[in-house]
């Protein structure tokens, strides 16, 4: 008697187009906020110094993908680190309308 086996692999699929661009690396920051000033006043600031930006306290923090806008949310503590908490998305149509390219009116 025989005791034939029969190979239940298969070749190993080449990696769909969707999957490389997945596995694309994205810089991502989070803004606090923002401020003009002079030179003289950047170098005028020491150690324990403060600087008072125009965003109010409690204001959505701004969350960026590659500098386009995509979220935003709120502070949270996570363990030692600090993280954010998505409160909205950014609509597609709004990122593409930021980027300052052409929408399809379909």
Request: proline share 7%.
């Amino acid at each position: 008697m025989t005791d034939e086996t029969t190979s239940t692999t298969t070749p190993e699929e080449p990696p769909r187009e969707i999957d490389r661009i997945l596995e694309i690396p994205l810089e991502i920051h989070v803004e606090l906020g923002r401020r003009r000033m002079k030179i003289s006043e950047l170098l005028a600031i020491g150690t324990g110094g403060i600087l008072e930006l125009t965003t109010p306290a409690g204001a959505p923090l701004a969350l960026y993908a590659n500098q386009t806008l995509i979220a935003h949310g709120e502070a949270v503590v996570v363990g030692e680190r600090y993280g954010i908490r998505v409160t909205d998305i950014v609509s597609p149509r709004e990122r593409v309308k930021r980027l300052g390219g052409v929408e399809d009116e379909r």
